[in-house]
């Protein structure tokens, strides 16, 4: 079993920054970030593979960048440009496999989750 602990997430106003992180109890190999904003589907933001391999949803595309450090076994999440529509609570994930690129898209690939942590964008 492999815990996630994530933190970084609060309060910021459109087009600040924040950075959030995800240190994992032991080595794993996809990691990504999903985030559930209140009535709606959990979304894809992010994922990386061990090498350094990282991909991103759309909308988030030029704004966020996903980063890990392995000696740490934590991952990164730097948000720029934020907007009210980035709210939502955002979780880390993390699976002991390695995958192919598709599967960082989904939720169900992954094995681990954080708890979540709030991010709330004020216009």
């Known amino acids: 079993q492999v815990q996630l602990v994530e933190s970084g997430g609060g309060l910021v106003q459109a087009g600040g920054s924040l950075r959030l992180s995800c240190a994992a109890s032991r080595r794993t190999f996809a990691m990504g970030w999903f985030r559930q904003a209140p009535g709606k589907e959990r979304e894809f933001v992010a994922g990386?593979?061990?090498?350094?391999?990282?991909y991103y949803g759309d909308s988030v595309k030029g704004r966020f960048t996903i980063s890990r450090d392995n000696a740490k076994n934590t991952v990164y999440l730097q948000m720029n440009s934020l907007e009210p529509e980035d709210t939502a609570v955002y979780y880390c994930?993390?699976?002991?496999?390695?995958?192919?690129?598709?599967?960082?898209?989904?939720?169900?690939?992954?094995?681990?989750w954080g708890q979540g942590t709030q991010v709330t964008v004020s216009s």
């Open positions: 990386i593979s061990w090498s350094g391999n990282s």
């Open positions: 994930a993390a699976s002991g496999r390695t995958f192919y690129t598709s599967s960082y898209y989904r939720a169900q690939q992954y094995d681990y």
